[in-house]
């Protein structure tokens, strides 16, 4: 009786030295949620107290916490800004500065990947960066009209990797069509003419944005992938400037994406859009790490190499550009 009792005893302070050890462990991580959420960085305070709620699942202060953060990530949701949209402004050259003639590396080839975020009229039109990063369903139609008459043929990111590393031929004048953050106007706006055309885009997705009111759905998204025309992919959970996060939070958000998507499709995504384009060979790295084929970048140009699978350049569609001007970006 003596023994059980002793063994109680010992099986009671073991727990209880643990039980501390996990609250005061859980403790630290809630503060570096609480500093994320006064410096404004809603997203890294989520991933904060996320992890310190799975420290100590009995902790209802943190699901208040978690909670409270996750509401005014909502809104910014609900208003489609989660982001300082200046920040995914493309720094593009002027036409007149553009190279005249283009001489590839055996392991180079020229494939424009093409950016766009909205697909809508610009809801504030005197503003020069909504300008910028709003395309109309009007221009879209006429782009993709152009590329249709011209000979041009939408290829995916998979068939791009498969032609530089040698497993795969492209076609004549091969273009891809990426379009960034997973906005619902892609479904209403930019889905129709992909279809009208029978052409392939890569829609790269904030998958804990979706189903906010501005972002596609679940639903749509499933629909979409019915379609074999659209892939999508990986764009961080919650579009942080990822360089700014720890490194926890930096692995979460990267690896985590990928786990939302193959979670819901039942397929790989395999590819990664890094947020504002920012990156750090952490980054990178966590990116390689997880398995990703390979990832795109804010970086202008056209020239896409095998030693360069995770920094992909694209060429940003401004919202002003004519079709004219279009074509002087991806001309060779």
């Known amino acids: ?16 030295i643990f039980a501390l050890f996990k609250y005061n462990q859980s403790e630290m991580i809630r503060k570096q949620g609480d500093a994320a959420v006064q410096n404004g960085n809603t997203e890294e305070a989520i991933v904060a107290y996320e992890r310190a709620h799975d420290a100590f699942p009995l902790r ?21 800004q989660i982001y300082d949209i200046k920040s995914d402004i493309q720094e593009q050259p002027p036409v007149s500065q553009l190279p005249q003639a283009i001489q590839l590396k055996p392991n180079e080839l020229y494939v424009p990947i093409l950016m766009y975020h909205h697909i809508r009229i610009n809801p504030k039109p005197g503003d020069p960066v909504w300008a910028a990063l709003n395309v109309t369903a009007e221009q879209l ?11 041009f043929h939408t290829i ?65 998204i499933l629909e979409i992938d019915k379609s074999d025309l659209v892939q999508f992919e990986a764009h961080s959970r919650h579009h942080p400037n990822l360089p700014s996060l ?12 990928k786990e939302d998507l193959e979670s819901h499709l039942k397929k790989p995504a395999n590819w990664f859009a890094y947020p504002y384009g920012s990156y750090n060979d952490f980054v990178v790295k966590t990116v390689r790490d997880a398995n ?25 569609v401004d919202g002003r550009y004519s079709v004219n001007d279009l074509e002087k970006r991806i001309k060779r």
């Open 141 to 151: 139609d006429a782009q993709l009209q152009f590329l249709s008459t011209n000979n």
């Open 60 to 80: 209802q202060d943190i699901v208040r916490d978690l909670e409270g953060a996750r509401l005014i990530f909502q809104s910014d949701l609900d208003y489609g």
């Open 246 to 257: 720890s490194q926890a939070s930096i692995i979460d958000e990267i690896r985590g994406s």
């Open 292 to 316: 990703y084929t390979g990832a795109v970048s804010t970086i202008y140009g056209s020239v896409q190499s095998s030693n360069n699978l995770f920094l992909l350049n694209r060429i940003m």
């Open 1 to 16: 009786m003596l023994n059980f009792k002793s063994l109680l005893i010992f099986l009671c302070i073991t727990i209880g």
């Open 156 to 220: 995916t990111l998979d068939d791009l990797n498969g032609a530089l590393n040698g497993k795969e031929t492209l076609p004549e004048n091969p273009i891809i069509l990426t379009f960034d953050d997973g906005y619902r106007t892609f479904y209403d706006n930019a889905f129709p003419l992909l279809k009208k055309y029978n052409m392939k885009a890569t829609e790269f997705v904030i998958t804990q944005a979706v189903d906010a009111s501005a972002y596609l759905t679940w639903d749509q």
